[in-house]
């Protein structure tokens, strides 16, 4: 079993930066798909990135080019830095992986990804 572990929330300014950090425990080698996943009060959770352990990455259009996703698959860890923060960013950020694939394949539908406890972040203008 796989557990996930996300760190780096906090409140920030409008333009100010966050790193959050997604730490993967339990049995595994990292061999798929993980990333990450915003909710805001009374909305839908989406999709923000994603990675697979090739470093493929995939950024949603609504923070492209402000967030970046890496992994270290030595330490099982994937991060999203977040730069030029704005209030709409201000989210329940998930950490979530896909167990059944190596890559990443409808990451940000389907149903079954294993999750994470999620970490806030507010965005103040």
Known sequence: ???????????????G????????????????????????PGQERKGVASIDPKNRSVIADSVKGRFTISRDNAKNTVYLDMNSLKPEDTAMYYCAADLDHN???????????????????????
């Open 17 to 40: 930066s966050l790193r959050l950090s997604c730490a993967a425990s339990g049995d595994t080698d990292s061999s798929f798909c993980m990333g990450w996943f915003r909710q805001a």
């Open 103 to 125: 890559y990443c394949y409808k990451f940000f539908t389907r149903s079954d990804n294993t999750w994470g406890q999620g970490t806030q972040v507010t965005v103040s203008s």
């Open 1 to 15: 079993q796989v557990q996930l572990a996300e760190s780096g929330g906090g409140s920030v300014q409008t333009g």
